[in-house]
T-cell receptor
Framework: ETGVTQTPRHLVMGMTNKKSLKCEQHLGHNAMYWYKQSAKKPLELMFVYSLEERVENNSVPSRFSPECPNSSHLFLHLHTLQPEDSALYLC??????????????FGPGTRLTVL | GQQVMQIPQYQHVQEGEDFTTYCNSSTTLSNIQWYKQRPGGHPVFLIQLVKSGEVKKQKRLTFQFGEAKKNSSLHITATQTTDVGTYFC??????????FGTGTRLTVIP
């Protein structure tokens, strides 16, 4: 499946580093999402860009910063992360309709390790 | 806030045995989706149920949506090793968002 791609697939970074995760969708969708998945927690929605509106989970720390320059690209900028931020970061896209929830298509994820 | 719980959290079965996972929502859902995530993989959409009491089948998989639209189940008949993974249900959460359940991790012993 190449509908949603993510780079890099694996990332190891120190707590003082700045890095960015990239997601690109080739499905013509107009909504994109960032999820965090850790070993013991279900999929946690971090950010949504849908119909040109940004929605965020208020529990996400400010060291995570999303950017969505257009409907096909989504970034997650990382700055001064903590070891507990180590997780699988999944990007997803869907076709957003007013009042309707559509299927989400996930990318392969970026496995992030913070030392 | 909205909660979607799944039981069991883990299930180990012998190959050939049946498996069922249950999804329970604290609120009524307009629809429910099911996803499967293989070990080391990412969630992949399986099916969406919309109508009260709806039952859908995909080969050995049977999906049900409760009459009250607050619960759902996924049943696998005669499990195979290819069924291993984590199964998530997901319900609508606001406009165009999904709230994922806690997931059931299935292990199939050959």
């Amino acid at each position: 499946e190449t509908g949603v791609t993510q780079t890099p697939r694996h990332l190891v970074m120190g707590m003082t580093n700045k890095k960015s995760l990239k997601c690109e969708q080739h499905l013509g969708h107009n909504a994109m999402y960032w999820y965090k998945q850790s070993a013991k927690k279900p999929l946690e929605l971090m950010f949504v860009y849908s119909l040109e509106e940004r929605v965020e989970n208020n529990s996400v720390p400010s060291r995570f910063s999303p950017e969505c320059p257009n409907s096909s690209h989504l970034f997650l900028h990382l700055h001064t992360l903590q070891p507990e931020d180590s997780a699988l970061y999944l990007c997803a896209s869907s076709q957003a309709w007013t009042g309707r929830t559509d299927t989400q298509y996930f990318g392969p994820g970026t496995r992030l390790t913070v030392l | 806030g909205q909660q979607v719980m799944q039981i069991p959290q883990y299930q180990h079965v012998q190959e050939g045995e049946d498996f069922t996972t249950y999804c329970n929502s604290s609120t009524t859902l307009s629809n429910i989706q099911w996803y499967k995530q293989r070990p080391g993989g990412h969630p992949v959409f399986l099916i969406q149920l919309v109508k009260s009491g709806e039952v859908k089948k995909q080969k050995r998989l049977t999906f049900q949506f409760g009459e009250a639209k607050k619960n759902s189940s996924l049943h696998i008949t005669a499990t195979q090793t290819t069924d291993v993974g984590t199964y998530f249900c997901a319900g609508p959460a606001g406009a165009n968002n999904l709230f994922f359940g806690t997931g059931t991790r299935l292990t199939v012993i050959p």
